[in-house]
Every structure is written in structure tokens, then in C-alpha cells.
């Protein structure tokens, strides 16, 4: 197996040989892949274990991406700084222009100056006029307000005149002139309104488009006033021959990274997206489920729902904990275990399970654990686990904690039993004992001690 490191391939550590076949009571029962090593500092980890153990052959393709996509997010970083320098440096802006006007290149330039503050000009002009117009309108209809009034309260024949007391003249031709008024009144009333809303609607309009316009005038050519504060002439622009070599260098550089990223990104596309992969992977992905299902369905737990708890290549982790999470690891560690040993051409090892009952588990999920070991055990190749026998007054009547009654319960005769301590004496697993030659532990500590 082998794995990546930065931009790399080396061979995976020997411990890796035993990640599968070795749960810790450490981290075996809390994280997936995590009992032995650190694997955190390798590239896709994740990925080249399962493809290992899952007979999937890598082409290592992803080297090659790597490297060129990490070129790319370099030169693309190198591009968007050379932009950002080039429009927020405003000696630079003010360099170009001084080239172009002594060049006699800044004609158009101005002329696109002088159009916009033409326009400005114009459309200012149009709202002052817009401004006074409805100003006018709203006097006019105060007037005419005033003037509805003052009809209405001065009816022919009932009302006096206000200047000499005599009553208003109150015959046909006085009625009918004092109807006309007020319809006159009310329909220039109603005219006037229309005016107003018109012209507050060209006015709203005109308002936005000035707004614009400054805005374009302020982006485009605000610093054309340091033109006027900077005494500019011909020596002037001489010193500013420097920013223009730099500006050179800038769009140089920018056509270099431009180029080559488009060049990558052909690279990148010729490589292809490895759909082959991940066609197999989906493949290993049904029958680790199908698998994971069953063993989950055994030992009683509820399978969690979403991709990202029942695909292989998605599972990280289980949202649950205490006993629950024990048993989802054991369901997940057995079942790929089993999928592993089919395949005759991996390397394997005894299936060592450190504490499996690490959690303070209840009678009922301990007895469902150890009926589900025994299962497995009937099927799989060699299965080493430890479990912590308990012989206090509590207990004396429960077999469940009894190794003796355990064995001859849920496992066949040719299980092996080894009590370290026989079961009375603390921390004694590496103290003298008969039981195991003595050649036999030199030779380990040779082993453990080569580097």
C-alpha cells in the first residue's frame, strides 16, 4: 500500500498492515480507522486504505492532478494580486495617462470625459427645471384649493358679498356662471394633480440616472484632479517612465499565467475524472452494505440513516454514542473484516479486539454482543478478543461475568482461554509466569527492538 505525502508517493506504515485486523480500546471503539498510526498528514488516506483492502488498483493519476492543480491555485493567486496592484495603484493609472497624453493617445479619453459631464450638465439642468415645475404645480393646486373654497362658500342669492354686505345677484345667468366656476375649478384641480404625479415620476427617473452618472464620472476619471494638483509636464512624465516598464513587466506576467493556466487545465482534463474508480468503488459500496445490514440487524442496534453512515467511502463517523456507537463499530469493524477475507490475495492477520466491552453495558447488550461473537467466530478466520472478568458479590450470580460459564455458553470447546491473573491479581501481565517460555518473550523484545 502505498500512500500520498504532499506531492509524493511512499510506502504506507507497517502498522498499516494490521489497521483492519486490530481494534484498540483506546480509539477502536470511538473513530473508524484510527486504532493504530496517525494517519491525518497523508493526502486521501482515507481513500488508498479502502482501495488497498478492497482490491481496487489506483493508477496514482491523482499525483499528477495534484501538482498541477496546486500549480494552478499558485498562478491563479499570482494573477489576482498582479490585477488587484495594477487597479488599486493609482501612481500607475495616473503614469498610463500621462503616456498616452504626451503620445497624443488621450484624445479619446477626454472626449469620453467631456461627454459624461455633458450629459451630467444636462440632466442636473432637467431636474432643476423638473424641481421648479412641480414646485410651481403644488402652489397652483394650493390656489385652486383656495379658490374651491372660497366659491363654494359664496352661493348666489344666499350669500352677501364680502365688500359692500348687498346679496349676490341670484338670477339664472348667476347660477349658471357659479356652476361653471367650481367645474372649472375641479377639472384644473384634477389636472394639476396628474401634472404633479408626471413630473415626480421624470423627476424620480432623472434623479437615478445623475446618480449614475456621478457615480461613472467619480470611478472613471476621479483621479484626473491630481492631474491639476500635480503640476504635470514633460519632465514630470519622465519620472513616471519607471511605473510604466512595471506595467510592461504586469502585462507580461498576467499573459504568462493566463497561458499556463489554460495549459493546466488541458492537462487536468486529459487525466480524466477516474469514473472507472468509482465505479468499482460503488460496487464495493453495495456489498460492504449488504454485509454491514446483516451484522447491524444482529446485534439489534438501528442503522442510521443518510449515504454518509451506510457508504464505505462516505463513513467517518456514527451520530450516536455509549453502547449504541459500541455495537455500530463492532457491526462496521466485522463486517469489513469479512469483506476483506474473501479476498485471497490481501495479506491477513488474527482479528484482535482490545475491550470489547469497554462501554458500561447493560445484561441485555452484553449477552447480544457475546451471542454475536459467537457467530462469528464459527465463520471467520482466527478471532482474539479480551474482555475484563468481574467476580465481586454483585456479580457471583450473573454468568455474564463469569469467563468459565461465557465459554462453555456461547463458544465451542476449542476456544482458547487465557485468564491473565487468573482473574485475582491486578496488573499482572507481565509478571513471571510458567505459561510462557521464557526463549519465546526474548524473542519478541529482539523484535519490538529493531528500528
Known amino acids: 500500500m502505498v500512500l500520498q505525502k504532499q506531492s509524493e508517493l511512499i510506502g504506507a506504515p507497517l502498522e498499516a498492515a494490521l489497521l483492519p485486523y486490530y481494534i484498540s480500546q483506546s480509539a477502536g471503539w470511538a473513530y473508524i480507522r484510527e486504532s493504530i498510526g496517525d494517519y491525518r498528514f497523508y493526502k486521501d488516506f482515507k481513500f488508498d486504505y479502502l482501495d488497498y483492502y478492497c482490491g481496487i488498483k489506483n493508477d496514482h493519476k491523482r499525483i499528477n492532478r495534484y501538482n498541477l492543480e496546486k500549480e494552478k491555485k499558485e498562478l491563479t ?27 497624443g493617445k488621450a484624445e ?88 404633479i404625479k408626471n413630473n415626480v415620476s421624470k423627476l424620480n427617473s432623472v434623479e437615478k440616472l445623475v446618480t449614475s452618472l456621478r457615480t461613472k464620472i467619480e470611478d472613471d476619471y476621479g483621479f484626473l484632479r491630481r492631474f491639476k494638483t500635480n503640476n504635470i509636464t514633460f519632465d514630470t512624465w519622465l519620472d513616471h517612465n519607471a511605473n510604466l516598464r512595471l506595467l510592461e513587466n504586469i502585462s507580461t506576467k498576467k499573459a504568462s499565467c493566463e497561458k499556463r493556466i489554460n495549459g493546466i487545465n488541458g492537462e487536468i482534463k486529459e487525466l480524466g475524472n477516474g469514473a472507472d474508480i468509482n465505479s468499482l468503488r460503488k460496487d464495493k459500496e453495495r456489498k460492504f452494505l449488504s454485509i454491514f445490514k446483516r451484522k447491524v440487524l444482529a446485534l439489534g442496534v438501528q442503522l442510521p440513516e443518510g449515504t454518509k453512515y451506510q457508504e464505505l467511502y462516505s463513513l467517518n463517523s456514527f451520530p450516536c454514542q455509549g453502547v449504541e456507537l459500541h455495537q455500530l463499530l463492532m457491526a462496521y469493524n466485522f463486517s469489513f473484516y469479512e469483506m476483506i477475507m474473501e479476498d485471497t490475495n490481501l495479506h491477513s492477520f488474527p482479528f484482535l479486539l482490545d475491550a470489547v466491552f469497554k462501554e458500561d453495558i447493560d445484561t441485555k447488550s452484553r449477552s447480544n454482543i457475546f451471542k454475536f461473537l459467537s457467530q462469528e467466530t464459527k465463520s471467520s478466520g482466527q478471532v482474539i478478543f479480551s474482555v475484563a472478568e468481574y467476580k465481586g458479590d454483585e456479580t457471583s450470580s450473573n454468568p455474564l461475568f463469569n469467563i468459565e460459564t461465557i465459554k462453555s455458553k456461547y463458544f465451542s470447546s476449542t476456544t482458547k482461554l487465557i485468564c491473565i491473573g487468573d482473574s485475582k491479581t491486578k496488573r499482572s501481565f507481565l509478571s513471571e509466569t510458567a505459561l510462557i517460555d521464557s526463549a519465546l518473550i526474548n524473542d519478541t523484545m529482539n523484535l519490538l527492538e529493531v528500528v
Open 77 to 103: 493567486f499570482e494573477l489576482k494580486q498582479l490585477d488587484s496592484y495594477e487597479v488599486k495603484n493609482e501612481e500607475l493609472k495616473v503614469s498610463k495617462l500621462l503616456d498616452e497624453r504626451f503620445k
Open 108 to 195: 479619446n479619453y477626454l472626449e469620453g470625459y467631456q461627454s459624461s459631464n455633458k450629459n451630467l450638465s444636462k440632466k442636473e439642468d432637467e431636474h432643476s427645471k423638473l424641481c421648479n415645475k412641480i414646485s410651481m404645480l403644488r402652489g397652483r393646486k394650493k390656489v385652486l384649493s383656495q379658490v374651491i373654497t372660497n366659491i363654494k362658500k359664496s352661493k348666489p342669492q344666499v350669500d352677501k358679498c364680502p365688500t359692500c354686505n348687498q346679496n349676490l345677484p341670484g338670477d339664472l345667468k348667476e347660477f349658471y356662471k357659479y356652476s361653471q366656476d367650481i367645474n372649472d375649478a375641479l377639472k384644473e384641480k384634477d389636472r394639476v394633480k396628474v401634472d
